[in-house]
């Protein structure tokens, strides 16, 4: 009789040892292999850090007054319309995340509770 409990205890063990890293650790990696990826897709379309780093060079190589201003305000519109859409992005989906966290901890305190009713 021994070896069945311990048979159904290592069993439930490693299972729920499995979901964890299944459900949190896994998806982590592959949350975060996302994030890389739409980021690198949304740095194309931006250029931050080339808008940064050009930041105070002229526009166009046009090396007067205005080539100058232009730049700086064109650069300046960019790098900000970038950090609006990157903090954006990185709100929704860790926001998403989030609650792909709490899944089974919800329907977890659903079955709990439902029994103590």
């Given at each position: ?45 931006f ?9 105070f ?53 659903k ?7």
């Amino acid at each position: 009789m021994s070896y069945v409990l311990s048979y159904l205890f290592n069993w439930f063990w490693n299972g729920a040892a499995e979901f964890i890293n299944h459900w949190y650790v896994r998806s982590f990696l592959n949350m975060t292999e996302y994030m890389l990826n739409l980021f690198s897709e949304l740095d194309k379309s931006f250029a931050l850090k080339v808008n940064l780093r050009n930041l105070f060079k002229p526009l166009y190589q046009d090396r007067n007054p205005i080539g100058y201003s232009m730049g700086f305000l064109f650069r300046t519109t960019r790098i900000l319309m970038a950090l609006i859409v990157y903090s954006l992005t990185f709100s929704i989906t860790a926001l998403l995340y989030a609650a792909w966290l709490l899944v089974p901890i919800f329907f977890l305190y659903k079955a709990i509770t439902a029994y103590g009713k």
